[in-house]
């Protein structure tokens, strides 16, 4: 079982930046992928990044591509998304995700874990 805590939201102007953090707890953490997802108002849940265990390869949304940075500390069980140039379009609340099975994967069902997501509010 792995639980998982975001934080780092909060309200910013466009071209500005954030970091988002989130930290695992439970066993094994260091084998998990784990990915970031977004969902805005109305909208459906949608990915934003992923990271293997060993943090070698890494998957972005085209949408975030050159802006979005994802990370991973298997020692402090932390993985975070810096999130530069921000755009009012990045608006929603991010969640934190864990998959058991390997392989980086877009679709939100194929993760198993989530956290309880935190704002980012990107003001024009």
């Known amino acids: 079982q792995v639980q998982l805590v975001e934080s780092g939201g909060g309200l910013v102007q466009a071209g500005g930046s954030l970091r988002l953090s989130c930290a695992a707890s439970g066993r094994t953490f260091s084998n998990y992928p784990m990915g970031w997802f977004r969902q805005a108002p109305g909208k459906e849940r949608e990915f934003v990044a992923a990271?293997?265990?060993?943090?070698?390869?890494?998957d972005y949304a085209d949408s975030v591509k050159g802006r979005f940075t994802i990370s991973r500390d298997n020692a402090k069980n932390t993985v975070s998304l810096q999130m530069n140039s921000l755009k009012p379009e990045d608006t929603a609340i991010y969640y934190c995700a864990a998959k058991r099975s390997l392989g980086l994967t877009t679709t939100p069902g194929t993760y198993n874990y989530w956290g309880q997501g935190t704002q980012v509010t990107v003001s024009s």
């Open positions: 990271i293997r265990w060993s943090g070698g390869r890494t």
